[in-house]
């Protein structure tokens, strides 16, 4: 669902106010979001970021495989995950929040979804929020669902950036799962050749500068970031 902008919300100036939320478990959304946030400080922006915090605190990679299967099953059933209070900064009003996190079995990460629980209506209500979403390849219930909560908390959703892991089915997968239950499968002979690395490739993390770049040049012009082609062959391989 895509809503317009409200003229009242919108910062007349060039440097414009940017809050980056979310959460990484293994690293690989805080990677693309580091490259977005460069770009735009380097265009000019004023750039807040705040990190979810898991309580307790979430383990990677996990103890065994068994501990995986667990989890993700809990996952599966959109468990929330607890988190600790957000710092004060983060309901000063931005001109654009981007919310960054992981897909865990087809949904939204238990971090994410106990921060809009909690804080959605306070922290989204009246403004633009821009999802990063970091895949294994399963994103499209992710981002309908992420959508569809943000829009109730009285978000804008103007656009969505996705990216999924450059390998390819099965070995992707595989190589995720055991990647997460604590394995390295790209050292495995028999995986080797199918699955090389895990996680986000160097061309992606480039492509997540670009996006920030793009961003940026929309914010600075009070252009809808609707515009913005974001589903890229680097993107979604």
């Known amino acids: 669902m895509m809503v317009a902008v409200n003229d009242t919300q919108v910062n007349p100036t060039k440097t414009k106010r940017i809050l980056i939320i979310g959460y990484s478990f293994s690293g690989q959304t805080s990677g693309l979001v580091r490259q977005i946030m460069a770009a735009l400080q380097q265009a000019g922006h ?6 979810l915090t898991p309580d307790p605190a979430l383990k990677f990679p996990t103890s065994s ?46 971090p994410i979804l106990s921060l809009i629980d909690r804080d959605g209506k306070r922290l989204f209500a009246g403004q633009t929020v821009l999802p990063v979403i970091s895949c294994r390849g399963y994103w499209r219930m992710h981002r309908w669902g992420l959508v569809r909560l943000l829009v109730r908390s009285g978000a804008t959703v103007p656009n969505c950036i996705v990216f999924s892991h450059p390998n390819r089915e099965p070995w992707r997968t595989i190589g995720v799962f055991l990647k997460i239950a604590g394995k390295t499968p790209e050292r495995w002979p028999i995986l080797h050749r199918h699955y090389t690395h895990f996680g986000h490739s160097r061309d992606q993390q480039d492509e997540a500068a670009r996006f920030g770049t793009l961003i940026g040049q929309a914010l600075s012009r009070n252009q809808s970031l609707a515009g913005i082609e974001f589903h890229t062959p680097l993107a979604l391989p």
Do not use: H
């Not at 501990?67 to 993700?72: F, K, N, R, V």
């Open 46 to 51: 004023e750039v807040v970021k705040e990190r």
């Open 65 to 110: 495989i068994w501990a995986c299967l667990a989890m993700m099953l809990t996952t599966f059933l959109r468990i929330r995950t607890p988190i600790q209070a957000l710092s004060p900064v983060c309901f000063t009003g931005f001109d654009l929040i981007i919310l960054g996190g992981p897909t865990w079995s087809y949904n939204p990460s238990g």
